[in-house]
């Protein structure tokens, strides 16, 4: 089982920057990718970013040039730096990790408990 400890989330006022960290423990050989997940009230669950173990990214167009993830694989951590925020980026975000020891091994996915950010004035 993977553990996931997210933080950084909270209430900021538009055009503010938050950080969210989200750190893995317990089974974390396999982790190839890290991913933040946002929604908002009303919304479906949407992929704000990702992050593969060779560092290549993808990232909702909503946050292109504002949110930037990273990952520290030593630390066995991902980010997501959010610059510019607006009213629109309020919701709930959850950090979420896929393993797979081997290729021909199933894919589990992991969900952190979320981490309430809030972008208002």
């Known amino acids: 089982q993977v553990q996931l400890v997210e933080s950084g989330g909270g209430l900021v006022q538009p055009g503010g920057s938050l950080r969210l960290s989200c750190a893995a423990s317990?089974?974390?050989?396999?982790?190839?990718?890290m991913g933040w997940y946002r929604q908002a009230p009303g919304k479906e669950r949407e992929l704000v970013a990702l992050i593969t173990t060779r560092g290549s990214t993808n990232y909702a167009d909503s946050v292109k040039g504002r949110f930037t993830i990273s990952r520290d694989n030593r630390k066995n951590t991902v980010y997501l730096q959010m610059n510019s925020l607006k009213p629109e980026d309020t919701a709930v975000y959850y950090c979420?990790?896929?393993?797979?020891?081997?290729?021909?091994?199933?894919?589990?996915?992991?969900w952190g408990q979320g981490t309430q950010v809030t972008v208002s004035s």
């Open positions: 979420n990790i896929m393993r797979q020891v081997t290729t021909t091994d199933p894919k589990y996915y992991y």
């Open positions: 317990g089974s974390i050989f396999g982790i190839s990718a």
